[in-house]
C-alpha cells in the first residue's frame, strides 16, 4: 500500500512539472476584465534586500469585499505570479480583492520559505484592508498544483506557530477562513514513507530539503493534512478527469468529514492536470470556486 501511495504522489509531482511545458488540450485563456484596477509588483514583506512582491486585482464599488490569496503552481520550483492574471482578473470581476502571491521558489530557498511568504501576504491584506475595501474577516486562500498544497497548508495550520515566519505585519492573523485546492497534494509525509522507495522526484527533494528518510519531521510538518482539526475552515477540493492521482484527497476527506468541517470534492470531466489554465476549463474553475466562497465567505 505505501509503494501505491508513494508511485501516486510521483505521479502528481510530475503532472505539476508538466503544467508549463505540456499543457492541456484546449485554448488560450485571454481573459478581458470588465470593471477592475490592478496594482502590480507591490511589495507585501522583505528579506534584507529581498522584496516579496504580489500583483493586485480589485473590484470597483463600495465593499467591503472578500478576498483571495491566490497561489500559483510549478512543482515549487518553476512558475510565476504572472501565471495566474488571467485567473486575478476574473475572481475580481466576481467581486474579491485578489492578491496573487509571488513567493520564494525551492530553487531560492527551502521549506517552509514559501508557507511563511503565503502567509506573510495573508497578514499584508489584512493590514491594509481598509485601503482596498477588504473584509479582514472574509479571506480565501486559493492555488493551482503546488499553490493548492500551499492554500491547504496555509488553511489548516493557523495555530502552527513554526509555520508563521518572522517578517511582515506578525501582529495580524494569517487565518484564512476558507481553502480551495486545484490538485495539489495535501499528505506529503505518508506518501514518501515506503521503504526502500523508487528514486523521489526532483520537487519534493529541492522544496523539502531531502528524502522522507533523512528528514521525517519536516516531511510531517509540511503535510497539510497533519493539522487538520476543530480550526480548519472549509476546504474545496477539485480534481480533473484525466488527472493523477485521482485518490489525492481521500485522508484529508475522510478527517474532514470526523470532524464535521465543510467540504466539497469536485472532478471537472474532461481536463488534465493544469487545465485551469486553459479553455474550456477555466471559466468552470473560476465560477465553481466563486460558487464555494460564495457560500462561506459569508
Known sequence: MRYICYFFFLLSINWALAQGNNQPNGTKVDYKAKNISEQLDVIYASY?????????????????????????????????????????????????????????????????????????????????????????KRIAAVGGSAGGYLASLLSTSSQV??????????????????????????????????????????????????????????????????HIDQNTPPQFLVDSEFDAPPTRYTTMKRKLTDLGIPFEYVNIKGGKHGCWNRNPWFKQYIEKTDNFLKKHLK
Open 161 to 226: 506557530n513554526v509555520l508563521e515566519g518572522s517578517v511582515g505585519n506578525l501582529e495580524y492573523s494569517s487565518a484564512v477562513q476558507a481553502s480551495v485546492n486545484w490538485a495539489g497534494p495535501v499528505n506529503n509525509y505518508e506518501r514518501f514513507t515506503a521503504e526502500n522507495a523508487p528514486k523521489p522526484s526532483q520537487a519534493p527533494l529541492l522544496f523539502f530539503g531531502g528524502t522522507v528518510q533523512q528528514f521525517p519531521e519536516v516531511y510531517k510538518l509540511g503535510s497539510p493534512n497533519t
Open 48 to 136: 534584507g534586500d529581498r522584496q516579496m512582491k504580489l500583483n493586485l486585482f480589485l473590484p470597483k464599488g463600495e465593499g467591503p469585499f472578500p478576498g483571495i490569496a491566490l497561489i500559483h503552481g510549478g512543482g515549487w520550483m518553476k512558475g510565476s505570479k504572472e501565471k495566474f492574471t488571467n485567473h486575478g482578473r476574473a475572481f475580481a470581476d466576481k467581486g474579491y480583492v485578489v492578491a496573487v502571491v509571488g513567493y520564494r521558489l525551492s530553487t531560492e530557498a527551502k521549506f517552509p520559505a514559501a508557507i511563511h511568504d503565503c502567509k506573510a501576504a495573508v497578514r499584508w491584506l489584512r493590514a491594509n484592508a481598509a485601503k482596498f475595501k477588504l473584509d479582514s
